[in-house]
């Protein structure tokens, strides 16, 4: 898996635990909500800058949204 799949993939996960809507979690870390839905389906890459923000936002480091996302049971 690429490392842009993976990222999406974990912001998706870590996003949905903590119940955040895309409107609330974008608004939070200051992107539009179509930027941060073409990052959660790998449509788009973030610039560092934005992947920092997620990672304070979410309270995770740069390895928990790189990292291989868990397979589905």
Do not use: C
Not at 1 to 29: G, H
Not at 47 to 58: F, G, K, N, Q, S
Request: cysteine-free; aromatic content about 4%; charged content about 30%.
């Amino acid at each position: 898996m690429r490392l842009r799949d993976n990222l999406a993939k974990n912001v998706w996960l870590l996003r949905q635990e903590r119940e955040m809507s895309q409107d609330d979690f974008a608004a939070l870390i200051g992107i539009h909500r179509t930027y941060l839905n073409h990052i959660e389906h790998a449509k788009r890459a973030p610039t560092i800058d934005v992947i920092e923000r997620i990672m304070i936002a979410l309270n995770v480091p740069i390895t928990a949204l790189l990292a291989e996302p868990p397979k589905k049971r």
